[in-house]
């Protein structure tokens, strides 16, 4: 069933359930290379799941969790294949909301959850995001209230030495360097092997998705243009004042400058814009500091061709 986290929804199913777990992958349509990620609600799960917790991930996790951290470590021989794609690492995160912490608790074991959105769509922040893509394909779908976050889990291989982020997300690089020193980002580089969840496109509306510098008013105004003169349907999405005062109506969406809120509503708006049957949404970027850098990820990932 699919269930609210602080950062989106995921699609639950007992860790330890193989016939569970494979219709999570179901579902989703999503390839069988592609690791899942193991939700506890304490430390003490760890024991079952985890074969070694490096120092700094030990750091991490103190300081984190409950929160928007997935940690890959070392796994047991209890963690099926199935859910780590063969590796021999797992991933594992303690969401940050009182639904999946209860539902881990009452179970007494681990629950897998990927994003509960269809592969390659992006991620719900709503129970309704969930219900569009799924419906029909989960028993239940447990509605919160839209996600705080807005944004993925940060993903961070501690088995490493620098650790390294395999995937951008709510928590920001600049918190794990300043608890544990430097650390390397690998979300472009030897994609393949590390993070198979990012390799795919991802995160991407069905229209296409363009992106534009931050506050580039020319180049967005001639985007816009050229994209009309071609027949197409354009939505947009701006955040900077300047952006904001080029257009307005059903399709021109503004989203606030801060960077908390512009992740709590992005997945959202996209979905929204998509709702409309458009064939090209034109995206303004952010600086890319802070939470801007997770964000600036998906946009990039949301525009691949
Ligand atoms: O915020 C989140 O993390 C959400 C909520 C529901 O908790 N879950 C989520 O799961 O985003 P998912 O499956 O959509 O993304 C998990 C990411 C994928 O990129 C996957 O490839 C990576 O984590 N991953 C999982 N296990 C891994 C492992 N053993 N090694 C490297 N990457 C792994
Ligand atoms: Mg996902």
Request: charged letters at 25%.
């Amino acid at each position: 069933m699919a269930f609210p986290t602080e950062t989106v929804y995921g699609l639950g199913a007992d860790a330890l359930n193989l016939d569970a777990v494979k219709k999570v992958f179901e579902a989703k349509g999503r390839p069988g290379d592609n690791p899942l990620i193991v939700h506890i609600a304490s430390s003490k799960q760890l024991d079952d799941i985890v074969d070694e917790m490096p120092e700094k991930g030990k750091l991490l996790a103190e300081a984190f969790w409950p929160g928007p951290l997935t940690l890959v470590v070392k796994r047991t021989i209890l963690i099926s294949d199935l859910v780590t794609a063969n590796l021999d690492t797992v991933a594992v995160r303690m969401p940050n909301h009182p639904v999946p912490l209860a539902m881990i608790q009452a179970l007494g074991e681990g629950i897998v959850g990927p994003s509960a959105n269809l592969s390659g769509r992006p991620s719900p922040t709503t129970a309704q995001h969930v219900y569009d893509d799924l419906r029909g394909s989960v028993d239940l779908i447990l509605d919160a209230g839209p996600a705080a976050i807005g944004l993925e889990s940060t993903v961070v291989d501690v088995t490493a030495e620098p650790p390294a982020i395999l995937r951008l997300g709510g928590l920001t690089r600049e918190r794990i360097e300043e608890l544990i020193g430097s650390v390397e980002v690998q979300v472009g580089i030897d994609r393949a092997k590390r993070s198979p969840g990012t390799r795919h496109r991802h995160y991407a509306p069905r229209a296409r998705v363009l992106l534009v510098k931050s506050g580039d008013v020319e180049n967005f105004a001639r985007v816009l243009q050229e994209q009309r003169q071609h027949g197409k349907r354009v939505g947009c999405v701006v955040n900077s004042s300047l952006l904001a005062k080029v257009e307005s109506g059903q399709y021109f969406r503004v989203l606030p400058t801060s960077l908390d809120i512009l992740a709590r509503y992005l997945f959202r708006t996209l979905r929204e814009l998509d709702a409309l049957g458009l064939d090209v949404i034109i995206v303004e970027g952010v600086p890319e500091e802070g939470l801007g850098a997770t964000i600036m990820d998906r946009l990039r990932r949301a525009s691949e061709p």
